[in-house]
């Protein structure tokens, strides 16, 4: 089915684990971002890229990984996992940024770190 | 660096009242975007402003545009239950390297008392 998927859905990890959360899309679109959503935050962008090879910092980039070797996938990874990168994490993807268009989300993949 | 300010954070109205939410941000943009998110949901695309003085209408809620004072307003208008959701504005901002970051507000969790 077209769309964009997260996996997993759930993880729960232990503190100074590397953990990597999967996002794929089916739309061949150029924007990806990561945001992680914590009470009282709102949604703050993690890293967000604009083509395959192109990735950027985006609020709160300190802790994470990101790579984007095909246009479909963008995984992000936490290289030792700490308590405060507890949180929903949610992909999006939207078409070039000249298109105005709207970001379309995953289901999120709520991560906790014991 | 580009800021998106909400407010109010938490609003609880009674059903049939009328209500607005406000969203500034902190740089030049003619773009900005709403949407809503249910618990335990993802964010689904409300509104896309596009320029200045655009007014979006969908049911109950209407979204407008001041770019030149750097705000826009979400109007509830004759509330019911099932608008009760957390609302975000966003905007998109070119960064320092011509990509396109995407910022989002801290969010306006309604609830809607019948």
């Known amino acids: 089915d077209a769309g964009i998927t997260q996996s997993p859905r759930y993880k729960i990890t232990e503190t100074g684990r590397q953990v990597t959360l999967m996002c794929h899309q089916t739309w061949s679109h150029s924007y990806m971002f990561w945001y992680r959503q914590d009470l009282g935050h709102g949604l703050r962008l993690i890293y967000y890229?604009?083509?395959?090879?192109?990735?950027d910092k985006g609020e709160v980039p300190d802790g994470y990984v990101v790579s984007r070797s095909k246009t479909e996938n963008f995984p992000l990874t936490l290289e030792s996992a700490t308590r405060s990168q507890t949180s929903v994490y949610f992909c999006?993807?939207?078409?070039?940024?000249?298109?105005?268009?709207?970001?379309?989300f995953g289901n999120g993949t709520r991560l906790t770190v014991t | 660096e580009l800021k998106v300010e909400q407010n109010p954070l938490f609003l609880s109205m009674q059903e049939g009242k009328n209500y607005t939410i406000y969203c500034n941000y902190s740089t030049t943009s003619d773009r900005l975007y709403w949407y809503r998110q249910d618990p335990g949901k993802s964010l689904e695309s409300l509104f896309v402003?596009?320029?200045?003085?655009a007014v979006k209408q969908e049911g109950r809620l209407m979204a407008s545009l001041d770019t030149k004072a750097r705000l826009s307003t979400l109007h509830i208008t004759a509330a019911v239950h099932d608008l009760s959701a957390t609302y975000f504005c966003a905007v998109d901002n070119q960064s320092t390297s011509g990509t396109y970051k995407y910022i989002f507000g801290t969010g306006t969790r309604l609830k809607v008392l019948a």
């Open positions: 402003l596009l320029s200045n003085g």
């Open positions: 890229s604009a083509a395959a090879d192109i990735t």
């Open positions: 999006a993807s939207r078409r070039g940024a000249g298109w105005n268009s709207p970001l379309h």
